[in-house]
């Protein structure tokens, strides 16, 4: 990938997209959105010169200040590589199991508005099909991706009848205590992540353009952590990732300043067997 200048607006947007709870409800007033430093004459006298046989030059994306070679068709694209030229779109590949992470690594292909259409749209019905199948099917088995079932407070047995005998009503109301209890005190990434939009902001302010990179809690739709998680730059190549527990966000030993496109799957089985 070649040396790119910063870029910021897509990390604000994308943080500030986690700022919302399981249940839907906004945090408190999200935090001002991080700002691109101005492209002053001096650091568009920094960029580096454009290939003389470059068919098409454009701005480099995000807080890009210099003229970067688009990329042509059927050429990798990511986050952090130069824009497609135009009529083209930076998509994942069809049938590509990890879209988002293709994106991220620059693994994606520049392709035509017309294709990058034609494999969204069957994507799109895939999914609405999955969970018309999964409502079908919520008496048959539970939700495993529910908060209730991750907190292991549901199993695949038979599904309660709140018609039988009072023992069982009373033994039913406690589960609820627990699962009201533990979803009140849940959301320990996403509570982290309002802290850092905040922080981010301040830090913005005063360090201006010295402010290139920064941590944004990675964190599942439940508010717990994803294990990877990774530093977020400004600057043409990703930030250092790390692995942590879900449950607390606390590194696991070991895997600190992994490659961007490093697993964490590894170090959690190894915790797992400690």
Known sequence: MSGLSPKCFW??????????????????????????????????????????????????????????????????????????????RCHPREGDARPLHSLITGRAVCMELSEAALIQAPEATEHKESENGKTKNTAASPDQDSLPYRLG????????????????????????????????????????????????????????????KFYLPNCDRHGFYNVKQCETSLESQMGKCWCVTPWNGKKIPGSTELPGDAECQHYLSLRGQE
């Open 153 to 212: 407070l549901v199993t695949n047995s038979k599904p309660f009848d709140p018609r039988s005998a009072a023992e069982a009503q009373e033994s039913m109301k406690a589960k609820a205590n627990v699962i009201r209890k533990k979803v009140a005190d849940q959301g320990p990434c996403q509570t982290e992540l309002q802290r850092a939009l905040e922080k981010i902001a301040k830090a913005q302010q005063k360090m201006g353009e010295k402010f290139t």
């Open 11 to 88: 990390v604000a947007a994308v943080g500030l997209g986690f700022v919302t709870l399981a249940g839907g409800s906004p945090l408190s007033q999200a935090p001002e959105p991080i700002r691109c430093a101005p492209c002053t004459p001096e650091r568009q006298l920094a960029c580096p010169a454009v290939a003389p046989d470059c068919e098409e030059v454009l701005r480099e994306p995000g807080c890009g200040c210099c003229p970067a070679c688009a990329l042509k068709k059927d050429e990798p694209c990511g986050v952090y590589t130069a824009r497609c030229g135009s009529g083209l």
